[in-house]
């Protein structure tokens, strides 16, 4: 007798959400349907072969995408039994047709049952498949809308219509579907820029927060507009002459926000982050440099992007000159002043911090003295500390198993970095246990 499992699902009688059982198979490990036996493993056979058999492979073949057929195999058993071998397919995630790539349209096997695969998983299918690719992979969402990026090829006075898709990358030719650089160029970009302005050089005193979504053209211009509004002008009267001096080269400004929009790593869901305070502007990108480069690399100008399609896009758009310009440019800017701008790269992060020119403060390294049995240490500010406090600045608070996996250390290690910023007072420790997480110093 046969019964259900992981890989067998039994059916009655035909219907039509047999296309979830097939699209779980093919993304799973592959399975066998049975038409024509209960739940209990009784055979009680179909009454019209014919008339099962076109409409099954009707329904395989015009509900599922890709096209699944190749991976299926029928088989008309005994006592009139329609046996449907599922084998794992080739080109995950399939999907319904009427739902899309969502977790609506998505099915895996999981013991007896098929359910809806999570976000997690469909991206993960699309990069087994697709490669490592970002840009270049399929787009989860595809009803796509291109508003803001019309308006700004317009403005540049260059074509962007539906017949330019395929050469600018946006859709794939060969599925027709979406690509990631579509979905970003697109006004349901899930990414964001969030800019946080503080009080205090710790980062830890807030005066404001913006968030700026939709398509990345359109986050470009909110930020810079809104980065310019804290981009003040110090005057000075010496005799009869007034010197105005702004806080940051406005082409500083530019520069490093287009880096960290065209080179982070969009594979991952986090925000680009800038903090602004009175001695500094620091922009935070996910996805440190490309393997083979130094921070000393870019310096010189040499340039991989971690995103050429879309670097290509902005190169056509005339927003970047040349690959490999910006990080000289921006030091080119601060030529005369004393403080200099930092590049500071770690396995998973970008960051690019310009002083304020019109600070007049120490322009020392952060330092903090502990106020217990550590009295007699001097901790300095780690490039991990940056990190957590980074976190929480846009989060508010994160667990043990949360900070293991954000700076990607066990769980020792990670409780040292902890213990030493509660020290340093940079953070407090909420709760104990489970419960325990850790939150900016108050």
Known sequence: MIY???SAELKVTLTED???EVVAFANTEGGTIYIGIDDKGHEVGIQDVDETYTRLTNIIR??????????????????????IT????SAKPYY???????????????????TQATWEQIRQFIKNSDGDSFESSRSILQDLTFDSAE???KGRNIAFAEDKYISLGLRDAEKDLFTNLALL???????????AVFDDSANTIFIDRREFSGSIFKQLHDAYDYLMLNNRTVSVIRGLDRIDSIDYPPEAIREALLNALIHRDYSYSGSVIININKERMEFISIGGLLPGLSANDIMTGISQPRNPKLAQVFFRLKHIEAYGTGIRRIYDLYRNSDIKPEITVSE??????????????????????????????????????QVVLDYLSQYEAITDDELMELLNLKRTRAYIVAKQMADMGLIDIVGRGKDKKYILHK
């Open 348 to 385: 998973n992060t970008f960051r690019i911090v310009l002083p304020n020119m019109n600070f007049r403060g120490e322009n020392t390294e952060k330092y903090n003295f502990a106020e217990n049995e550590s009295d007699s240490k001097i901790y300095k500010v780690t490039a991990q500390m």
């Open 151 to 153: 308006a700004e090829f």
């Open 86 to 89: 599922v084998a794992e397919g």
């Open 96 to 114: 319904l047709k009427k739902n899309g790539i969502k977790p609506s349209g998505v099915y895996v096997r999981q013991g007896t049952s098929s």
């Open 185 to 195: 160029l697109s006004d349901q970009c899930a990414h964001t820029v969030k800019v």
């Open 18 to 20: 047999i296309n979830k």
């Open 4 to 6: 259900e499992s992981e």
């Open 62 to 83: 015009d509900t599922i995408m890709p096209d699944v057929t190749m991976f299926t195999k029928y088989e008309l058993l005994k006592n009139n039994i329609i046996k």
